[in-house]
């Protein structure tokens, strides 16, 4: 196995571990919808950028490409909070 694919390995552990630890704070309340929505769109641009570091492409292809994620995160993110909002009135009601 590469080292590339123990970073990519890495990587993907990493952004499924912390959601883990993140997932129980915003059930518990500790962490606000909009924080909770922040970090789950937030994850897509380095997901990109680091898959594009790691498997060594061209530093335009990588800002390009990261860029790209980070206007789909946000395009994502005021649909993400409205559905934690919905899953939390339904949780508490």
Avoid: C, H, N
């Avoid at 959601?19 to 309340?29: F, P």
């Avoid at 769109?41 to 994620?69: D, E, K, Y």
């Amino acid at each position: 196995m590469t080292p590339e694919y123990w970073a990519l390995a890495l990587l993907v552990f990493s952004l499924v571990a912390t959601r883990l630890w993140e997932e129980g704070r915003w059930r518990t309340g500790k962490m606000s919808d909009r924080t909770a929505a922040i970090l789950l769109v937030g994850r897509l641009p380095f997901l990109v950028g680091g898959f594009m570091l790691i498997t060594g492409q061209l530093p335009i292809v990588v800002v390009v490409a990261t860029a790209v994620a980070g206007l789909i995160a946000a395009a994502l993110y005021p649909w993400t909070v409205g559905r934690l909002r919905r899953s939390t009135v339904k949780a508490r009601g």
